[in-house]
């Protein structure tokens, strides 16, 4: 049985779900990522009876640059989990190197924090446990819509959970005062329901992640390309990548691509190779057949396929709605914008902390639709506030003349650099 399954019971998830047979929670959380994780450690200490599912079979990673900035750090350490990541290794960033084009610097920031998502979700999942919520990784949620306005269960919302370990697992119903969705950007628990219409931007570009071991690179980091402390972001007209390392002795290659770049070059390993290509001088594992065209890692690189690399869906997108009867989206199911250094993290993290006054407030009292409105407040002014730097970087990204200019404008005038590092890693 996985260490986080139930406790760490003996029980099969047949048999745990068998126990949740019509069981009442004060709170359902669909999904322990960063978001979902952090809410049921902050439900549960409040004393609210908390039952945390994910899909996936834990530990596992996810597509993420896996960069803590300030604000996310902060928060983790009021959650009293931002030391076990030190712990496992977490790695500080304290410079980053930034090429876009031919314009190549290298800056001093504010200490990030480099930490893979399995660490990270799990140290969060563990956390949460401890504080007393139900724990049950492999099982789906899906929040079942009502059948009428009034039933025997008015002040409950339905949701079916199901084994995904076996082919056809068991399915079981369970009652919750209030649900938190939580399970990234296709929100996927609430496809029975309508009204969720999610807006994908056009252009949106995917998220793309691969690691490798300090080992399998031992030959190119001995030329020093990957300095153990510094975060390497290289922009192309395909899109950017970002090479740090992070703990368990790994080195965390993401980015964000365009996927026609992908399609015309035929796998995410040539489009990444492309694109640290394409940065003249590039630093790391750029490697040109004869013809002049990259294509795949070098020998002394290991040799990948598209699937080796984990992607997402496309990434800029936003919902329209973001709570309706007992239900309130949380982290990436609010909307994403494409990331840079950790935006995505601490965007989840802070709505974990601010969505919890609202589900006290829905907890065991009747719904009523300000509670939506309170949290499209909340949610609009973290668009216009927190995001705005995120939308502006990431148009500049795609016009590598205006973005290289921009960059050595910023290197020549320090009041504009502080200001912009500040933007990006508070």
């Known amino acids: 049985m996985n260490p986080f399954t139930a406790q760490a019971s003996q029980l099969s998830r047949d048999e745990h779900l068998i126990a949740l047979e019509d069981s009442e929670w004060d709170l359902i959380i669909l999904g322990a990522g960063v978001a979902g994780a952090a809410a049921a450690i902050l439900a549960a200490r409040s004393g609210f009876r908390t039952l945390l599912v994910d899909a996936k079979s834990f530990p596992r990673e996810k597509v993420c640059g896996g960069c803590l900035n300030r ?44 930490v893979r998502r399995s660490t990270l979700d799990s140290e969060l999942v563990r956390a949460a446990i401890d504080s007393g919520a139900f724990f049950l990784d492999s099982v789906s949620g899906l929040v079942v819509p009502r059948i009428d306005e009034q039933t025997s269960k008015e002040r409950f919302r339905q949701v079916r959970l199901q084994n995904l370990t076996e082919p056809k697992g068991r399915r079981v119903n369970a009652f919750a005062n209030c649900i938190l969705v939580a399970d990234g950007l296709t929100r996927s628990s609430l496809r029975l329901e309508s009204g969720w219409t999610s807006t994908v931007q056009p252009s949106s570009r995917i998220g793309v992640q ?33 090479i740090s390392r992070t703990d368990g002795d790994l080195v965390d290659i993401a980015g964000a691509i365009d996927p026609k770049s992908i399609a015309k070059r035929g796998s995410i390993a040539k489009t990444v190779c492309g694109i640290i290509g ?45 709570a309706s009867d007992r239900v309130f989206l949380l982290g990436d199911s609010i ?18 902390e601010a969505v919890m006054p609202l589900v006290s407030k829905s907890i065991g009292s009747t ?6 409105r309170e949290w499209m407040s909340w949610v609009d002014s973290q668009r216009r506030q927190k995001q705005k730097t995120c939308w502006w970087i990431s148009r500049q990204l795609r016009r590598l003349s205006v973005a290289a200019w921009t960059l050595r404008l910023c290197n020549s005038l320090y009041p504009i650099r502080a200001a912009l590092i500040k933007k990006v890693t508070s």
């Open 367 to 372: 719904w009523h639709d300000g509670l939506s």
């Open 210 to 242: 691969r690691m490798f071991s300090a080992s399998q690179v031992s030959s190119v980091n001995s030329r020093g390309l990957f300095p153990a402390n510094q975060l390497q972001m290289i922009v192309s007209k395909d899109g950017y990548v970002g």
């Open 71 to 114: 604000r996310a750090q902060a928060a983790l350490e009021r959650l009293g989990v931002l030391q076990q990541l030190h712990q496992a290794g977490a790695v500080p960033i304290t410079s980053l190197h930034l090429k876009i084009d031919k314009t190549s610097v290298v800056w001093n920031i504010p200490t990030l924090l480099s």
């Open 335 to 352: 909307g994403y914008i494409e990331p840079f250094t950790g935006e995505g993290m601490s965007w989840a993290l802070a709505s974990a």
């Open 278 to 322: 394409d940065a003249k001088d590039g630093p790391l594992f750029a490697y040109e057949k004869p013809n002049g065209k990259p294509d795949s890692f070098p020998d002394d690189m290991p040799q990948d396929t598209s699937e080796d690399w984990l992607a997402t869906p496309a990434l800029t997108r936003s919902s329209t709605r973001v």
